[in-house]
T-cell receptor, first 115, second 111 residues
Framework: AQSVTQLGSHVSVSEGALVLLRCNYS??????LFWYVQYPNQGLQLLLK??????LVKGINGFEAEFKKSETSFHLTKPSAHMSDAAEYFC?????????????FGTGTLLAVQP | DVKVTQSSRYLVKRTGEKVFLECVQD?????MFWYRQDPGLGLRLIYF???????EKGDIPEGYSVSREKKERFSLILESASTNQTSMYLC??????????FGQGTRLTVV
């Protein structure tokens, strides 16, 4: 079974500051992990994904995430926040094959960027 | 690009009605999902299907059922709509090693 915990439903940073959004997962099989972003009144857009291979994954808009198996974490970071990064961010986990393909999302983290 | 199409953007239904939400994908993906999205609760999985006629309950299946008679189509059924089922409903499809492709969403209001 898969589950996702996103710590912090609201995160506020200053423009230019580091963005860190936390995601911890649970999975009974090797996980595939995703981060999505949702801007107001829009659909979900894929930021980045981890399936296999390199544990540091780079995505769009300068975001990256590191898969840490020992910590069951997949935190999202961006070195310098921009006003346009204000949005809601969702972490998701799935397995592979049959019933483990269940794709589970976290409850989301709303990122505010202060000028 | 995979296209996932939901049959309606907006629906208004009366309490007790049977409601059908349809979702069609055009890329032969194995897995299809139905979620509801509510503020502060994220996307909660209602049901998913990993093959034709195969279905698995998600976290909140009560009051819902699904049908997948063909690979490209995944239907969500509200057996007897209630006001607490007012929500945004999202359909998604995934294949092997792929991210989820979402439909545009159906905003359902039950009055």
């Amino acid at each position: 079974a898969q589950s996702v915990t996103q710590l912090g439903s609201h995160v506020s940073v200053s423009e230019g500051a580091l963005v860190l959004l936390r995601c911890n997962y649970s999975s009974s099989v090797p996980p595939y992990l995703f981060w999505y972003v949702q801007y107001p009144n829009q659909g979900l857009q894929l930021l980045l994904k981890y399936t296999t291979g390199a544990t540091l994954v780079k995505g769009i808009n300068g975001f990256e995430a590191e898969f840490k198996k020992s910590e069951t974490s997949f935190h999202l970071t961006k070195p310098s926040a921009h006003m346009s990064d204000a949005a809601e961010y969702f972490c998701a986990v799935t397995g592979y094959g049959g019933a483990t393909n269940k794709l589970i999302f976290g409850t989301g983290t709303l990122l505010a960027v202060q000028p | 690009d995979v296209k996932v199409t939901q049959s309606s953007r907006y629906l208004v239904k009366r309490t007790g009605e049977k409601v059908f939400l349809e979702c069609v994908q055009d890329m032969d993906h194995e897995n299809m999902f139905w979620y509801r999205q509510d503020p502060g609760l994220g996307l909660r999985l209602i049901y998913f299907s990993y093959d034709v006629k195969m279905k698995e309950k998600g976290d909140i299946p009560e009051g819902y059922s699904v049908s997948r008679e063909k690979k490209e189509r995944f239907s969500l059924i509200l057996e007897s709509a209630s006001t607490n089922q007012t929500s945004m409903y999202l359909c998604a499809a995934t294949g092997m090693n792929t991210e989820a492709f979402f439909g545009q969403g159906t905003r359902l209001t039950v009055v």
